[in-house]
């Protein structure tokens, strides 16, 4: 067969003439394929066609095996064109065999250059197209006028540069002309992750000038995009050429349609009961340019028709071009790389098909300014979920159609209701494809660009923040004033009270210095207190300016309002750095009132644990609380300074600090050794080492000094409760029958709450009682009043709330110590909602008893001491000494004493989401109480006995606001839930007989609970639609059950009186 054609050859170099004479080391053999290789698959109508399964390079048949696979640095690497290197040998057509043994040496050329390029791409991938090695072998022929292979390999061999130039762009030119390189640069592109192994990955540099890149004209709908391969960039590995990313015809206009469309919803609704809006516009797609060293790089002009524009561009708009642009940035290989686009810098993963990519979007992984802050406790936290899934339907390497869905879900974990849902989508279908601009020349970029345009400017592709003006909106003035009669003292315990709180909060937030300050200076005293909780609890630099300058803690005309701050200043959801700065400078400074400075060091002991939990222990205000803290304890002699730093070190947890507690709780006095036990007790359990159960043990069987009850009991609590050994669980039940009476009652309470509660330490206490000398009748009958009861408030499969009552009385009967706990659970996190501690020591001289062993020089007292919301308050005192003892009880008052009052903000997270479609959305969620826990002791000789009131009332709201914006429409879902609740302890004492009769009691009263829902969409003319449900119901009241004994000892207290039978006076 004659591969001669009349076709007229191009003149050649004299160098490479020698071509026409035959290679003796190269020759032809007809194709007899081994039957093993040989196999039939189905054709169309179920006919047979043959395949035959080669694995020989095509190139290194024509010149002897192995003769192109041990290339110089020189030569060139025809296997190594547009993809990263592979291993797997190349399919062929026709089988050669070589005896020459020296590798073939190709002269330098310009192997990147476009046409040799091209047509390296054709040898590459022409086995996988039998057709395309047919076509090039016969152009090849035609052009040199032989029919011999071999000295088409010479050629290939000897001929220059500027030959190879001129043959390969007649090859591609045919070839393009049946659209056939196209489809195999698809190929090619899918290729390197299934024979490598490994996908692509490659990082982009900050300013990388290869980073896609938006070049936008004020006033035009015009938008031009460079798009560059991620695959193409970092890597040296990769070659030049386009392998990657979408390929545009040249001289073609490209018309789609683009819509991108946002839903809010509760998070379990239908679509169709959602709100949004939806924006559509026609669009052309051009290319300009392509980079004639590696067409990965391409300037593409997109034309936005119908859409919004102003003659200086808003940057709402900007943005929705911005996640238009973002679309055409995408790869045809599958693999995991990182990408800047509207969302930021994002890891994305791609999964290549025959005619489909799927483009997945870690968000979370996402870098890109945006303010935004959350409460750094799980329990008051949120949980958020963010997925992203771009899929595009390709043909001849360009996109025909792409569909992206984006979500985000959360939801408050205290309080599952308060949830919602962002969905927004993005749709872009090709219509018709016609004649479009000529492609332009040139090397440079930037002067492509300035000749389309000189006004075009470079913007980077990255969302930008904007804010929406709100026209008609009150000033902070005006909004005090509509809502301060809410926040009068009488209404706190109403959730209109919380939910102006939350709202004013809000207003505050976006205030200046001077607007709050003028605020504060003209209230009065009656309202100013709420006043401040708001103004601290805004946590802006304008506000804590604002109120440091209004508070004078020289003065003592303030201490109520002083107060507040601080305990705001504790409860702050997420403070920084400079709150704590603020109040060590004022620590050193000088006070009108020593329990304001005692409050301002347990608050910044507070703070230094909330600041740690958000990873912030090594900031250095951090560092210089932690000194002072510790450093103060160290040195403190007097028992305030004492007691002032326990108290903090109890709030802190500094670990540092466990070796003083341990040497305060083993040789400390009274109250000091309790206080320091106590702060021990809230540490996790991973820092209760063995060495600190040593000393633990040691002051629980008193080896070394006589401690107090309170002292021991709460030793023993703290190693049950931190995974106790055998031989721990063990000597603590050995001890019972040992200890006082009452003592001996009220660790066989404990021991008994642990196994009904199935505690962790219950286990291990089950196996200690398996043995006899452990467990037996003489240890588990002992009598007395004193008790431990746990119990659920509220239980479901993600959250529990629990509530702990104990109460420790003297060997006289008289209490010596009640404890009440409120804890809640969320999955592994937890915050301990409130403790009570009541506590009173010293007082057998007034029945005339005999102090129990090691309380024998105790001062009468009684004080009570409370934790909320992980925050140490400071304690408070009934009284202290006799003589105070005696005139409180002369004086027959039972009069409230307020432990804490006021508005605190627990949850708190804003969050602005930068959509890739290009809208803008924030999420606002914030939860809030008003509190106010109270307690009062009477006591009466007349009547022989003493009552206890401690009373927690509340007030709660949670809102969650989502909106999204784009400037001139917004759409929003505000979602509310609130309630007044109420719960009381008594505890009553009976002491006309011995032994006492003691009757506990824990009443929680009824509850309206309470549930909103508002949806809306509006423009920005004012123009909208609005929904709103609301959803109401009563929870019924009840008395929490504790143990049976104290069932029947209140049968006793209250029992009913016995009617009197006689009608006469006697």
């Not at 076709?7 to 026409?20: C, E, G, N, R, V």
């Not at 595009?392 to 984006?406: H, P």
């Not at 055998?726 to 001890?735: C, F, G, R």
């Not at 400071?874 to 005696?886: A, I, K, Q």
Request: proline content about 4%.
């Amino acid at each position: 067969m004659s591969l001669k054609s009349p076709t007229t050859a191009l003149p050649f170099d004299t160098k490479s003439s020698h071509i026409m004479a035959r290679n003796g080391s190269c020759f032809l053999v007809r194709h007899t394929p081994h039957p093993r290789r040989v196999c039939h698959i189905k054709g169309l109508n179920n006919i047979p066609i043959c395949t035959v399964n080669d694995d020989e390079n095509s190139l290194g048949t024509l010149c002897g095996v192995g003769q192109f696979n041990h290339l110089e640095k020189d030569e060139v690497p025809f296997a190594k064109c547009s993809q990263p290197p592979t291993t797997a040998p190349l399919e062929s057509t026709v089988r050669g065999v070589s005896p020459a043994p020296n590798s073939v040496k190709v002269p330098p050329s310009r192997p990147h250059s476009e046409p040799c390029r091209k047509i390296k791409e054709c040898f590459k991938t022409s086995s996988e197209n039998p057709l395309v090695i047919k076509k090039i072998l016969a152009k090849l022929c035609n052009i040199l006028r032989t029919d011999s292979l071999a000295e088409v390999l010479q050629w290939l061999l000897h001929a220059s540069s500027k030959e190879k130039e001129w043959v390969s762009a007649l090859i591609h030119a045919e070839l393009a002309e049946i659209n056939l390189l196209t489809r195999l640069r698809r190929n090619i592109s899918a290729e390197p992750a299934a024979v490598a192994g490994k996908p692509p990955r490659a990082k982009l540099p900050p300013n990388s000038p290869l980073k896609s890149k938006v070049l936008t004209r004020s006033g035009e709908g015009y938008q031009l995009t460079r798009v560059s391969s991620p695959g193409s960039e970092g890597n040296k590995e990769v070659p030049k050429g386009h392998t990657t990313g979408l390929s545009l015809n040249n001289d073609r206009l490209y018309k789609l349609t683009y819509s991108t469309e946002v839903f809010l919803n509760r998070g379990k609704e239908k679509l169709q009961d959602s709100v949004g809006y939806r924006i559509s516009s026609n669009v052309e797609v051009v290319l300009l340019w392509r980079n004639p060293d590696g067409d990965d790089d391409q300037l593409i002009q997109i034309t936005v028709k119908n859409f919004y524009s102003y003659e200086n561009e808003p940057a709402a708009i900007e943005n929705l071009k911005r996640g238009l642009a973002s679309l055409f940035q995408m790869q045809l290989s599958s693999g995991t790389t990182n990408e800047v686009d509207i969302s930021g810098d994002c890891k994305v993963t791609y999964q290549a098909h025959q005619d489909k990519v799927t483009k997945i979007k870690a968000l979370d992984s996402c870098k890109i300014v945006r303010s935004g802050f959350t409460t750094p406790n799980q329990v008051f936290g949120v949980t958020l979920k963010a997925t992203s899934v771009t899929t595009y339907k390709i043909e001849d390497s360009f996109v025909i159609a792409v569909l992206s869905e984006e979500t985000h879900a959360f939801g408050v974990n205290f309080l599952r209701n308060i949830a919602g849902k962002i969905v927004s989508k993005q749709k872009l279908e090709l219509k018709t494809t016609e004649a479009g601009p000529r492609l332009m020349s040139g090397k440079q970029v930037a002067a492509i660009i300035k000749a389309v345009d000189s006004k075009y400017k470079a913007l980077s592709i990255v969302g930008q923040v904007f804010q929406s003006e709100c026209k008609g909106c009150p000033s902070l003035s005006e909004h005090w004033q509509s809502i301060r009669k809410h926040l009068l003292p009488d209404n706190l315990s109403k959730a209109e009270a919380t939910r102006s709180f939350l709202v004013f909060i809000h207003h505050l937030r976006t205030a200046e210095k001077e607007e709050i300050l003028q605020i504060l200076k003209a209230e009065n005293k009656e309202i100013l207190p709420q006043l401040v909780d708001a103004v601290t609890s805004a946590q802006t630099p304008d506000s804590l300016d604002a109120i440091l300058d209004f508070l004078d803690f020289k003065s003592d005309s303030s201490i109520i309002l002083q107060e507040r701050f601080l305990y705001a200043c504790g409860f702050a959801s997420h403070p920084n750095e400079e709150l704590l700065r603020a109040l060590i400078s004022k620590f050193k400074g000088s006070f009108a009132s020593n329990d304001i400075r005692e409050t301002v060091m347990i608050v910044i002991g507070a703070l230094v644990r909330k600041l740690c939990q958000n990873e912030g222990c090594k900031l250095k205000a951090v560092v210089e609380a932690e000194k002072l803290i510790l450093g103060g304890l160290g040195k403190a002699e007097r028992k305030e300074d004492i007691t002032m730093y326990l108290l903090a070190l109890k709030n802190a947890l500094i670990p540092e600090g466990i070796p003083l507690l341990l040497k305060y709780a083993e040789a400390g006095e009274g109250p000091i050794s309790h206080l320091a036990i106590t702060s021990l007790q809230r540490y996790d359990v991973s820092f209760i080492t063995d060495e600190v159960k040593k000393t633990l043990n040691r002051i629980y069987h008193q080896n070394r000094k006589v401690h107090e009850k309170t002292v021991r009991t709460t030793a023993a609590a703290i190693i049950l409760n931190n995974n106790p050994s055998y031989m721990e669980v063990k000597n603590i039940l050995l001890s019972i029958g040992e200890l006082p009476k009452e003592m001996n009652k009220y660790m066989l309470a404990i021991i008994q709450d642990i196994i009904r509660f199935e505690m962790p330490a219950s286990k291990m206490v089950r196996r200690v009682l398996k043995e006899m000398v452990a467990h037996n009748y003489d240890r588990f009958a002992k009598t007395g009043s004193s008790s431990a009861y746990t119990g659920y408030i509220e239980r479901s499969p993600h959250s529990a709330s629990t509530y702990s009552l104990d109460i420790l009385y003297s060997g006289s009967g008289i209490l010596r110590r009640s404890n009440l706990n409120i804890f809640q659970y969320i999955g592994n996190a937890h915050v301990h909602g409130s403790q009570v501690v009541i506590e009173a020591q010293g007082l057998e001289a007034l029945i005339a008893a005999t102090p129990d062993e090691g309380e024998e020089n105790l001062d009468s007292y009684s004080g009570l001491s409370a934790i909320l919301f992980d925050v140490q308050l400071r304690p408070v005192t009934f009284f202290s000494g006799y003589s105070d003892l005696m005139s409180k009880m002369l004086s027959a008052s039972s009069d409230t004493v307020s432990v804490v009052k006021g508005l605190i903000l627990l949850i708190d997270h804003s969050q602005e989401l930068q959509l890739q479609s290009g809208l803008k959305a924030n999420i606002e969620i914030q939860g809030a109480l008003a509190i106010d826990i109270s307690g009062a002791m009477e006591f009466s000789l007349w009547y022989r006995e003493s009552k206890t009131r401690v009373k927690n009332r509340l007030a709660v709201v949670i809102t969650g606001d989502i909106t999204v914006d784009s400037s001139f429409v917004k759409a929003g879902l505000e979602i509310s839930t609130e309630t007044e609740a109420g719960m009381e302890f008594i505890s009553t004492v009976q002491f006309s007989q011995y032994p006492f009769l003691v009757c506990l009691q824990m009443d929680k009263d009824e509850a309206p609970l309470r549930q909103f829902e508002t949806k809306y969409e509006r423009l920005s003319t004012g123009r909208g639609y609005v929904l709103q449900k609301r959803k109401e119901k009563l929870v019924a009241g009840s008395e929490f059950p504790l143990h049976q004994e104290n069932s029947e000892m209140c049968k006793m207290v209250f029992a009913p009186q016995p009617e009197s039978t006689s009608g006469g006076w006697f």
